[in-house]
């Protein structure tokens, strides 16, 4: 069955501080794989990012076998991938100007087109919790409107946690399940938003492709774990949805520059082991699946200032949550890009298989191992 792909540009007044009260854009691309007949037989499937990678780059990457997105919609499903405000090919308020990354970035990173003490014009985080939700809830609107479904099923990687976390709690009616892949969970993180938005700070972030691929190899143990050419895949995908980002960085010898990935700045609240447990909507009328990389120390990370917003751990989301309905599962030989790694075929059957049944094994609660070969078993 051929696969139809729509990109829309769902328009929405924003409340990021930056941009309040302007009508937006938020980017999305659609995958639709359902099979002909009634609308009621549709089932609609919402992908989000994580904290500095578009969804284009995430889960459409069009290299080998990586494109999650297509997999599903070869499975029969409607999938919607969605870039939040600053990301990708969604608005970017407050990103174009150089002086608003990270003051505390090496100057030469940014040469051209600026170098020397830089001031930020805008002196201020980008996003924040609500924004994200508010951002969230129009493409779920607008995908229940558009396809006359009343429910959406959530997959989320990294820093989505944080949206559709919380979003599935105070929305359960247009939530069907949630499939978490390593996410960011801080069991002590902030319960309310600070006294004063927007906090104080620089709208947006930057990183390097040897950055990016030194970050990731801490993570590679196994000899299959990171094929050769992934870095240069990854890259030129995050380099294709930001074309100022490839006009900056140091000179090469062909006169080009090497490019940086901007990503957004932003401020979260609302997800932590009280949230997480509210109501009992998360493994009750919400059923969740957490799976996560045996050598992920991003999602699982306490870090030696012991600050608490950013110790994160994957076992104490799963532990958090107090429905019945809730999965943990643990892949071998695979680290927090989990998506771009050997694992992924088995990540997106893993996806298919939850979409289908919300089970795993046959179950619909436990820990679980994932070997390299995709095989399940119970945890020790």
């Not at 999305?28 to 780059?57: C, I, Q, Y």
């Not at 014009?121 to 609500?130: C, I, T, V």
């Amino acid at each position: 069955m051929a696969i139809k792909t729509i990109d829309h540009l769902v328009p929405h007044k924003s409340t990021v501080p930056a941009s309040k009260g302007q009508q937006i854009e938020l980017f999305v691309r659609e995958h639709d794989g359902t099979p002909p007949g009634p609308p009621a037989g549709r089932k609609a499937v919402l992908m989000l990012h994580g904290r500095s990678v578009p969804v284009l780059a995430g889960f459409d990457l069009q290299h080998s076998t990586y494109g999650w997105g297509v997999t599903l919609a070869k499975a029969g499903y409607d999938v919607f991938m969605m870039d939040l405000q600053g990301s990708g090919k969604s608005t970017r308020p407050r990103m174009e100007d150089p002086c608003n990354v990270n003051p505390a970035l090496h100057t030469s990173l940014l040469i051209p087109p600026l170098s020397g003490q830089r001031t930020p014009s805008y002196p201020f985080q980008l996003n924040n919790s609500q924004s994200d939700w508010d951002e969230l809830d129009a493409v779920v609107e607008y995908i229940r409107t558009e396809r006359n479904v009343p429910q959406v099923a959530f997959i989320g990687w990294s820093a989505a946690a944080f949206q559709m976390g919380p979003y599935a709690i105070d929305n359960p009616d247009k939530v069907a399940s949630l499939f978490l892949v390593a996410p960011m969970f801080p069991p002590a993180g902030r319960t309310s938003p600070p006294p004063t938005l927007p906090a104080p700070g620089f709208p947006t972030h930057v990183f390097t492709k040897q950055g990016f691929a030194d970050g990731w190899k801490t993570q590679v143990h196994c000899a299959s774990q990171r094929a050769p050419d992934i870095v240069d895949a990854v890259w030129k995908a995050l380099m294709d949805v930001d074309p100022i980002g490839r006009s900056w960085g140091k000179i090469q010898p062909s006169g080009q520059p090497l490019g940086l990935s901007r990503f957004r700045n932003a401020l979260w609240w609302g997800w932590n082991t009280e949230a997480a447990a509210q109501d009992g909507v998360l493994g009750g009328s919400v059923p969740v699946l957490i799976a996560y990389g045996e050598y992920d120390t991003t999602a699982n990370a306490t870090p030696d200032s012991g600050d608490p917003l950013l110790t994160f751990s994957v076992p104490a989301l799963y532990d958090a949550i107090t429905g019945p309905h809730r999965l943990l599962v643990k892949m071998a030989c695979a680290g927090h890009q989990v998506v771009w790694e050997g694992q992924h075929k088995n990540l997106h059957n893993l996806s298919k298989h939850w979409l289908k049944h919300t089970k795993v094994d046959g179950k619909t609660q436990g820990l679980f191992d994932m070997a390299e070969d995709g095989t399940i078993s119970p945890m020790p």
